[in-house]
């Protein structure tokens, strides 16, 4: 398994402005993924972060709203620019990892709670 | 597009007694299928997983079953316990694909 950590694990906003949300794994992965939970729904898939090259995005989910950034096999952050009420939901981390036994598996983050006002 | 979703959205089964979470998916190409749990205020946790080639897959306390020709998934949940409480969520991947698609999740509360 992986240990992941994110940062903050909560944040009131302003609408507005913009959060950079950090996600950072205890070991080497391959795939890093940025997830978004709003209340009470399911995870909807925003993008995939590739290390060292631009971030691939979902449906819906574009660049200049949620610029992703992954230096190494280690770490990355997801940014919530000009946000507004409707932004506000859990934003979650997720990896799967270089040696993994099982197909598939991701290992996801505590989450990042995030409020606009 | 193809979906993954679930009959239930709320259980309440007494302690002790067995669970039984069901999923449909929508995709025949998905040949993975992970069941989630999230407790408030975490990150959804691995809890089993099957491929497409098994029906059945038994861990501790869980079994998933895999009905492919109906599209059906189901998580059953044995002796269930008080920290048996939380959303459960399917998910679904195939082969070269490495996202997932998550169901909308069922909240299992369990009765003392």
């Known amino acids: 398994s992986a240990v992941i950590s994110q940062k903050p694990s909560r944040d009131i906003c302003q609408r507005g402005t913009s959060l950079t949300i950090q996600c950072q794994v205890d070991s080497q992965v391959t795939m890093m993924f940025w997830y978004r939970q709003q209340p009470g729904q399911s995870l909807t898939l925003i993008a995939t972060?590739?290390?060292?090259?631009?971030?691939?995005?979902e449906s819906g989910f574009v660049i200049d709203k949620f610029p992703i950034s992954r230096p190494n096999l280690t770490f990355s952050t997801l940014t919530v620019s000009n946000m507004s009420p409707e932004d506000s939901s859990i934003y979650l981390c997720?990896?799967?990892?270089?040696?993994?036994?099982?197909?598939?598996?991701?290992?996801f983050g505590p989450g990042t709670r995030l409020t606009v006002l | 597009g193809e979906s993954v979703g679930l009959h239930l959205p709320t259980l309440s089964v007494q302690e002790g007694d067995n669970s039984i979470i069901n999923c449909a998916y929508s995709?025949?190409?998905?040949?993975?299928f992970i069941w989630y749990k999230q407790e408030s205020g975490k990150g959804p946790q691995f809890i089993i997983d099957i491929r497409s080639n098994m029906d059945k897959r038994q861990g501790q306390r869980v079994t998933v079953l895999l009905n492919k020709t109906v599209k059906h998934l189901s998580l059953q949940i044995a002796a269930t316990q008080p920290g048996d409480s939380a959303v459960y969520f399917c998910a679904e991947a195939s082969f070269g694909n490495e996202k997932l698609t998550f169901g909308t999740g069922t909240r299992l509360t369990i009765i003392p």
């Open positions: 972060a590739n290390q060292g090259s631009e971030a691939t995005y």
């Open positions: 995709n025949s190409a998905s040949d993975y």
């Open positions: 997720s990896v799967e990892l270089i040696d993994r036994s099982s197909y598939n598996e991701q290992f």
